[in-house]
């Protein structure tokens, strides 16, 4: 089953609000990734955890704050973001073992900073 | 400078036919290639993944890889409307990176 899920599919909030991004695997993956993408553009990596410890964050604001709870769960809590902040947020898994470490993605929130 | 080129496109074809979809890659250390489609305002999908040089086949899909060339490209037959969507390439990049290029868009016309 090569299901990754996200919620919530779409949310809107402003410049002072507090929230978070909930993405969840059960494909036995021990690798968890966040991206951004903007429209027209192709996903940029934000962050990964390999065995829940973050291994690679790509020098992203700290209003973005990730967390991972266990090998199944992936959060991305949201503090004072901006309108340039306004994108499709994607949550992928992949093995930490093997040749390919092909990454799944889940179907994405789409955030709206106002 | 880590980068991936690919035909923005649109990429037009009649149902039918057959689709060529071509990437470029710069990191002559990147042993794992995918290929992604994208259907507009959707999450990106794995399609096909190819790690030796060659052809891999799957389906209508068939992927081809030369290192020595760096380069990388995605063949669709009997193309359908179904299939229009942006084909994004991505080789990985060190442990766990993919480095997405700009995405193809392919429009299959009926």
């Known amino acids: 089953?090569?299901?990754?899920?996200?919620?919530?599919?779409?949310?809107?909030?402003?410049?002072?609000?507090?929230?978070?991004?909930?993405?969840?695997?059960?494909?036995?993956?021990?690798?968890?990734?966040?991206?951004?993408?903007?429209?027209k553009k192709p996903p940029e990596l934000m962050f990964v955890y390999s065995y829940e410890k973050l291994s690679i964050n790509e020098s992203v604001p700290s209003r973005f704050s990730p967390e991972c709870p266990n090998s199944s769960l992936l959060?991305?809590?949201?503090?004072?973001?901006?309108?340039?902040?306004?994108?499709?947020?994607?949550?992928?898994?992949?093995?930490?073992?093997?040749?390919?470490?092909?990454?799944?993605?889940?179907?994405?929130?789409?955030?709206?900073v106002t | 400078q880590k980068e991936v080129e690919q035909n923005s496109g649109p990429l037009s074809v009649p149902e039918g036919a057959i689709a060529s979809l071509n990437c470029t890659y710069s990191d002559r250390g990147s042993q794992s290639f995918f290929w992604y489609r994208q259907y507009s305002g959707k999450s990106p999908e794995l399609i096909m993944?190819?790690?030796?040089?060659?052809?891999?086949?799957?389906?209508?899909?068939?992927?081809?890889?030369?290192?020595?060339?760096?380069?990388?490209?995605?063949?669709?037959?009997?193309?359908?409307?179904?299939?229009?969507?942006?084909?994004?390439?991505?080789p990985r990049a060190g442990f766990q990176k993919l480095v997405f290029g700009t995405g193809t868009r392919l429009l299959v016309s009926p």
């Not at chain 1, 690798?31 to 993408?37: E, F, G, L, S």
């Not at chain 1, 503090?79 to 390919?100: F, I, K, M, N, T």
Request: proline fraction near 3%.
């Open chain 1, 1 to 39: 089953d090569t299901e990754v899920t996200q919620t919530p599919k779409h949310l809107v909030m402003g410049m002072t609000n507090k929230k978070s991004l909930k993405c969840e695997q059960h494909m036995g993956h021990r690798a968890m990734y966040w991206y951004k993408q903007k429209a």
């Open chain 1, 75 to 112: 959060n991305l809590h949201l503090h004072a973001l901006q309108p340039e902040d306004s994108a499709l947020y994607l949550c992928a898994s992949s093995q930490v073992r093997g040749r390919g470490y092909e990454q799944y993605f889940g179907p994405g929130t789409r955030l709206t």
């Open chain 2, 49 to 90: 993944s190819i790690y030796s040089n060659g052809d891999k086949e799957d389906g209508r899909f068939t992927a081809q890889l030369n290192k020595a060339s760096q380069y990388v490209s995605l063949l669709i037959r009997d193309s359908q409307p179904s299939d229009s969507a942006t084909y994004l390439c991505a």
